[in-house]
């Protein structure tokens, strides 16, 4: 009976534990997923000892912000870092929510510090691809992390996520920028000065770009 309760007790703080990192009960216009986080750190830059986990959540928690501002109530499959969620969670806990696209925010990685480019991904073409080339279409518009144009873009792609392809909603992975980028993952980390003088944070302009094809796709409010 004693090993019994205490099997429930930690089932009923793990359960808490999940709901916790989430947007409970939400029912909104969009969701939010950020890639990876808990034990699953995603992509690392070892050079500024930064992860994907963390990074998308900033670009995540920034996004919901600009979103907010526009009048789109949004939810989120995770709003920590301390949750390891898996795919069935993301997409179930989406379809919960009656939004009407879900986007799932990563940070690409390579063995090579130097490779960088912007792509987005989709799981069933008539469900989803009209949404990840109109997001794709914004993100194409970063600048490059060497200063010099626009970052290079990968074309969009299918994907077998089940993110994508067991969420009700349209649904697309943005694969932003590459965090294992030294220059990417500099601006991460310190912002960069611009020719007026501003610093720009990587983390809100990507957000800004994510927040253009958003609305692109559902009509400005």
């Not at 898996?86 to 510090?113: D, F, K, P, Q, V």
């Not at 993110?163 to 009700?168: A, E, G, M, R």
Request: charged share 20%; glycine share 8%.
């Amino acid at each position: 009976m004693v090993l019994a309760g205490a099997l429930m007790a930690a089932l009923m703080v793990a359960m808490t534990g999940v709901a916790s990192a989430q947007d409970v009960d939400c029912k909104g216009d969009i969701v939010l997923d950020p890639g990876h986080g808990g034990t699953d750190t995603g992509a690392v830059n070892n050079t500024y000892r930064l992860t994907e986990e963390a990074e998308n959540l900033k670009v995540a928690l920034d996004l919901k912000a600009l979103l907010i501002e526009h009048h789109y109530t949004v939810c989120m499959t995770r709003t920590t870092n301390e949750e390891t969620l898996s795919n069935n969670e993301r997409y179930t806990y989406a379809n919960t929510t009656g939004a009407r696209a879900l986007i799932s925010i990563h940070m690409n990685g390579s063995s090579s510090s130097t490779a960088d480019y912007t792509t987005t991904l989709f799981g069933k073409w008539r469900k989803d691809k009209a949404l990840a080339n109109t997001v794709f279409q914004s993100l194409s518009t970063l600048p490059s992390a060497s200063g010099t144009g626009t970052i290079a873009t990968k074309t969009p792609y299918s994907f077998a996520s089940g993110v994508l392809l067991k969420s009700n909603m349209p649904a697309t992975i943005a694969e932003t920028v590459f965090i294992t980028s030294d220059k990417e993952a500099e601006w991460l980390q310190n912002g960069r000065t611009m020719a007026d003088g501003t610093v720009v944070s990587r983390q809100h302009q990507i957000a800004q770009k994510l927040e253009v094809g958003i609305q692109s796709y559902l009509a400005p409010r």
